[in-house]
Every structure is written in C-alpha cells, then in structure tokens.
C-alpha cells in the first residue's frame, strides 16, 4: 500500500491515485479536498469582483495560493 502526505492539510492520503484523489503542482501534492477549495476561493473571489473566472488566465495566482498554504 502506498501513502501520500498532502502538502496543505498534512493529512495521509492512502491508495493514491493521481487525477482523482490527489494532485501533483510544481512538485507539491495535495488532495483532492484542499484542491476544490483552493479553487472555489480563487472563483468566489472572482465572483465578488464580478468577473469571470477562468483557470488558465488564474494560474500564476492559483500557484502563489498553493505555496502560501503549503507554508503554513
């Protein structure tokens, strides 16, 4: 059986399997959870300054975000 540690919350993730339970971004992992909410923060923040939020112009941002929380 193989683990993994996500980066962000530090939880175990068991049985890993990359694309559904967790991600691998600029060699940091993270679970399927603290993905989805990293993003529907980054698209409730685009929301409230109304603009349409679309991840490939967001990137560099969603980058920054991972490494803030990944440092914590």
């Known amino acids: ?4 540690t ?8 068991t049985e890993p399997l990359r ?6 971004l600029k060699h940091r992992h993270m679970c399927r959870k603290c993905k989805l ?3 529907r923060e ?3 923040k685009a929301e409230m ?6 991840f490939l112009e967001k990137k560099e941002e969603f ?7 990944c440092s914590k």
Not at 6 to 13: N, P, T, V
Not at 19 to 24: A, I, M, P, R, S
Not at 63 to 69: R, S
Request: aromatic share 14%.
């Open 1 to 4: 059986m193989q683990y993994l």
């Open 6 to 13: 996500c980066d962000i919350c530090k939880k175990m993730i």
């Open 19 to 24: 694309g559904k339970n967790y991600y691998t």
């Open 37 to 39: 909410t990293i993003e």
């Open 42 to 44: 980054l698209q409730d």
């Open 49 to 54: 300054e109304n603009k349409p939020y679309d």
């Open 63 to 69: 980058w920054l975000t991972v490494d803030k929380k």
